[in-house]
């Protein structure tokens, strides 16, 4: 048996604000529809935030019901919640507009295919972590009565996000016995042997944070093909033709340089920062605007002054955000908003934040 792992989609998310950008997200999630018809998967596993919302876009559901109608039959479709798309208040998630097997919410849950167990459980964090590492513990003894089984969940598992606070799982948290454990939640392409199996977090289908675009240059972003009918798992990456995004630095002087750069079939996004002394920032923006006019979708400017005292690095190690902000409000939801708050804000999408802010606030729109 063949499977799509397929993850973090995030349909409906409008980066900067842009059409375009919303678009890009459609695009990805079509082309990855398309090649896993290609690849001749018996079944396409989602794990998690299929859509970026619990209140997604009547565009985002529009697109995947006509993903839906152009397998016809050719797949099963198994998903999990993601912590985007889960209602804050035990709603009803959008996927339950559509046919598909929705596993896990509240419970580990499963199905078969073709001999296979399919198991998974949608995403618990902050006072549900508990319940997650009860049921999970029920994956094995189910699973001993199958050849080959998987697991899918969107958690973060701390060896591949060792941040405490951003992490639900400890490796000793999870099952040993899946041949597959099909993971969501981190934005890059990870695979590891793994108890009896391999496990891997297939990454999103489109760059959504600046700090992802270093992985996404590497490896690609896309989804797995994995073949189940071989003594262990064989996983094949496939990659998609997403918007490229590029960082940049040039000085002030050789603006022309970032020229070099741009030059894709499909407009980039550029990240260019800008260094010089005494910087004229309202020159470098008209100047970059004029230099990148048709060859660029977007350009986020940023600027390094060398005639101002430069900061000092850092100190090594991770920072415990979600703690600090914990120890501030006092309030796991509000942890969460902020954090969301906080990631959206930096990337400059104004408008992503707004709604974020008011889903929290149960504030409802008539489109």
């Known amino acids: 048996m063949r499977i799509a792992h397929i993850s973090d989609t995030h349909l409906g998310y409008r980066q900067y604000n842009l059409d375009e950008r919303e678009n890009d997200f459609y695009d990805a999630f079509n082309e990855a529809i398309d090649k896993a018809i290609e690849e001749r998967v018996d079944v396409l596993l989602h794990s998690g935030d299929l859509f970026d919302s619990s209140n997604p876009p009547i565009k985002a559901l529009y697109v995947f019901k006509n993903a839906l109608r152009k397998l016809d039959g050719k797949m099963k479709v198994y998903t999990v919640l993601g912590d985007h798309d889960t209602p804050r208040r035990r709603g009803m998630p959008p996927h339950k507009l559509f046919d598909i097997r929705v596993l896990g919410i509240g419970r580990l849950e499963w199905g078969e295919v073709n001999e296979v167990l399919i198991a998974g459980i949608s995403n618990l964090r902050g006072r549900g972590v508990e319940l997650l590492k009860e049921e999970l513990k029920k994956f ?7 050849k080959k089984s998987v697991l899918i969940a969107h958690q973060a ?6 941040f405490e606070g951003a992490y639900e799982l400890k490796e000793d948290d999870l099952p040993r016995n899946a041949t597959y454990y099909a993971l969501g939640h981190l934005h890059s392409k990870l695979t590891a042997r793994f108890g009896e199996g391999y496990l891997a977090y297939a990454g999103s289908t489109e760059i959504i944070r600046r700090d992802e ?20 798992a064989e996983i094949h990456e496939i990659n998609l033709d997403i918007r490229p995004q590029i960082e940049v630095e040039v000085d002030e002087e050789k603006l022309e340089e970032i020229l070099n750069y741009v030059n894709y079939p499909k407009p980039p ?11 004229n920032r309202q020159y470098v923006i008209e100047r970059l605007s004029e230099l990148l006019e048709g060859k660029v979708l977007s350009c986020k400017p940023s600027f390094r002054d060398l005639s101002q005292p ?17 120890e501030y409000l006092g309030d796991e939801e509000l942890t969460k908003l902020a954090i969301e708050l906080y990631e959206l804000l930096s990337e400059d999408d104004i408008s992503g934040a707004i709604k974020s802010a008011e889903e929290f606030l149960g504030v409802k729109h008539d489109s």
């Open 140 to 146: 094995d003894a189910i699973a001993e009565k199958y």
């Open 310 to 326: 430069q900061l000092k690095e850092l100190p090594k190690g991770p920072i415990d955000l979600k703690s600090i902000m914990h």
């Open 157 to 162: 598992v701390e060896k591949y996000l060792p």
């Open 269 to 279: 996004i550029v990240h260019v920062t800008v260094r010089g002394e005494g910087i």
């Open 213 to 232: 675009i270093s992985s996404w240059s590497k490896r690609g972003k896309g989804f797995y093909v994995v073949d189940l009918d071989r003594d262990e």
